[in-house]
């Protein structure tokens, strides 16, 4: 089936975080990650068929939805998941906020690699405990992990999580299979929980391939092995599908225990229930949505690729880190002499560009940029004119 992700749609005034932020119709959002793309034609039909029942009461989650995330993870990704590992929440962020609630006490230190997706702070913040930053490091276009500083700051005796983005947001690293496993040892080593925000996982590129965290657990066997006994990891449809909007996320913990006291946390933040069109979108897009999301993937690689054509021919003195994962583009703007809180500001002052400063995601941010290509190619090159437009005129 062809789809046709060039077509504009107007996304002004249906109440969206993206687009309805400001006033100014002639600013040109490209920031907070959500696609401006329609989901998959088969969630639609399964949302038109829900609504035209007509009754929107609480809603119990069926066998079919466990069924649904089990195979699609044993499928795609070769990870054999079991129904009793999974805890159903209304996102990834309450996810996030609900396991430090229940895995920590105040005062506890919670690992981070920065720059990160800005949630992880508050999350932190928000349930008493202290950011312990492990900075990545910047070069050749990309980013590697400090392993030595990695270890030495979850040796620290306060550190009793670890927040792990995989895919990585906002650097755009897709973690190799050697990469987790010496993060997964030094987490073994030290006594810290690994919390695996995988949110991303199924926008990758290849040659890049998502490893869910918790299945590198097969090394030591699957049931009883150590990495997936010391993993949470939490996942949904929502960036894949451009469904952030039905709230539907999934917690996945194999250990009894810990499972249950994230249960409770769950309940206790009152992010217990989700909503009917979250769980019939869920299943519709595990069930029947891959050919949408192998187009998808191929076109967001191409806007891409546009995009560092562009910059090649137009803005030879940015540095457009390489992108393996995510439809989120990381852009060193440092040559340009100003703040990223600045460079944002004045573009969206003065040519009605919205973007998202580099600090937003740890002081590592500062000088850095990060622009969403989930966009009809159009619209992309609209945004990049504006940019190119700026820095000619500074």
Known sequence: MIYDFDELISRRGTNSYKWDGTDDDSVLPLWVADMDFRTAPVITEALRKRVE?????????????YDAVTSWFARRHGWQTEREWIVYTSGVVPALSAVIKALTSPGDGVLVQTPVYNCFFSSIRN??????????????????????DLERKASMPNVKLM?????????????????????????????????????????????????PFASLASDFGIHSGAFLANTVTCVSPSKA????????????????????????????????????FGVEALIAAYNGGEDWLEALKAYLYDNYRCLCGYFAGHLPQLEV??????????????????????????LLSDCGLWLNEGTMYGD?????VRINIACPRSRLIEALDRLAGFVDNL
């Open 53 to 65: 029942h007509g009754i929107f009461g609480y809603t119990r989650v069926p066998d079919a939805y």
């Open 127 to 148: 349930n008493g405990c202290d950011i312990v930053e492990s900075a990545l490091i910047y070069g050749d276009s990309t980013y590697r992990i400090d392993f030595d």
């Open 241 to 276: 599908f451009n469904i952030a909007g039905l709230q539907i996320a999934n917690i996945i913990v194999a250990d009894e225990d810990v499972r249950r006291r994230i249960d409770r946390a769950i309940n206790d933040n009152e992010v217990c229930d989700v909503n009917p």
């Open 364 to 368: 590592a941010g500062e000088g850095f």
């Open 163 to 211: 927040l792990l983005c995989n895919p990585h947001n906002p650097a755009g690293r897709v973690w190799t299979r050697d990469e987790l496993i010496r993060i997964g040892k030094i987490c073994l080593r030290n006594g810290v929980r690994v919390v695996a925000d995988e949110i991303h996982c199924e926008l990758v590129f290849s040659p890049h391939r998502y490893i």
């Open 321 to 346: 880190a390489r992108l393996e994962g995510t439809y989120l583009v990381w852009v060193d703007c440092r040559r340009l002499g100003m703040t990223s809180d600045e460079l944002c500001q004045r």
